[in-house]
T-cell receptor
C-alpha cells in the first residue's frame, strides 16, 4: 500500500484566483492520478501525472485550466487556475504503487475540499 | 464518462441487517474495485476482484462478479453505524489498465 497526503485539506478561494494542491506519497510509485468529485457526484479522472513529461488529460480537461507537475516519483501538484464557483469540488490524488500496470489496487489521498466564492 | 451504474442510489437499513449494493458496467473489464467514502473524505479501498474471479471475502464484506452479466455486488453483513458512507465501484479495462472508471455510487445509511 501507500500513504498519501494532500495539502491543503481544504480552502476557500475567490473567483479568478488559482490554487495549487500538493500530493505527497511515502514511497516511489509508478502512476499518479488526479480526480475531481463535484458535490454529490462520483469521481472523474482529470489527468494522469507523468514523471518528467507533460500530464495526460482526459476529455473535457485542459492543461491551461489544470496544470500538473510531477517532478519525481513521490510528488505531484495540481493547480486549479482562474477559478469559478463551478470548480468547487473535492480534488483527490491517487497512486498505483506497484510496477505492474495490471490488476493493481489504486490508493487515494484524503482529498482537498475546495470552495470558490 | 462513467462506466458503472450502481443501485440503489441510496439505501437505508437498520443496524445489524445486511446491505447489498449492485454495480453494472458496460465494457469488458480486467478488474473491479470497491471503495468506501465517508462524508466527502478520501476513498478507502475495500476489495479488488479480478475478471477471472467470481467471489471474494474480506471480513464482513463479500463481493461477487458476474462478467456475463457485467455486474458486481457488494454485501455488507451485520451492518454497523460506522458503515454509513458512500460506496463506489470502479472498473479497470484491458485497453487502459492503469485507469479506473468510477460508478455513480450508493449512499448507505445505517439506522441505530
Amino acid at each position: 500500500s501507500a500513504v498519501i497526503s494532500q495539502k491543503p485539506s481544504r480552502d476557500i478561494c475567490q473567483r479568478g484566483t488559482s490554487l495549487t494542491i500538493q500530493c505527497q506519497v511515502d514511497s516511489q510509485v509508478t502512476m499518479m492520478f488526479w480526480y475531481r468529485q463535484q458535490p454529490g457526484q462520483s469521481l472523474t479522472l482529470i489527468a494522469t501525472a507523468n514523471q518528467g513529461s507533460e500530464a495526460t488529460y482526459e476529455s473535457g480537461f485542459v492543461i491551461d485550466k489544470f496544470p500538473i507537475s510531477r517532478p519525481n516519483l513521490t510528488f505531484s501538484t495540481l493547480t486549479v487556475s482562474n477559478m469559478s464557483p463551478e470548480d468547487s469540488s473535492i480534488y483527490l490524488c491517487s497512486v498505483l504503487p506497484g510496477q505492474s500496470l495490471y490488476q493493481e489496487t489504486q490508493y487515494f489521498g484524503p482529498g482537498t475540499r475546495l470552495l470558490v466564492l | 464518462s462513467q462506466q458503472g451504474e450502481e443501485d440503489p442510489q441510496a439505501l437505508s437499513i437498520q443496524e445489524g441487517e445486511n446491505a447489498t449494493m449492485n454495480c453494472s458496467y458496460k465494457t469488458s473489464i480486467n478488474n473491479l474495485q470497491w471503495y468506501r467514502q465517508n462524508s466527502g473524505r478520501g476513498l478507502v479501498h475495500l476489495i479488488l476482484i479480478r475478471s477471472n474471479e467470481r467471489e471474494k471475502h474480506s471480513g464482513r464484506l463479500r463481493v461477487t462478479l458476474d462478467t456475463s452479466k457485467k455486474s458486481s455486488s457488494l454485501l455488507i453483513t451485520a451492518s454497523r453505524a460506522a458503515d454509513t458512507a458512500s460506496y463506489f465501484c470502479a472498473t479497470g479495462t484491458y485497453s487502459s489498465a492503469s485507469k479506473i472508471i468510477f460508478g455513480s455510487g450508493t449512499r448507505l445509511s445505517i439506522r441505530p
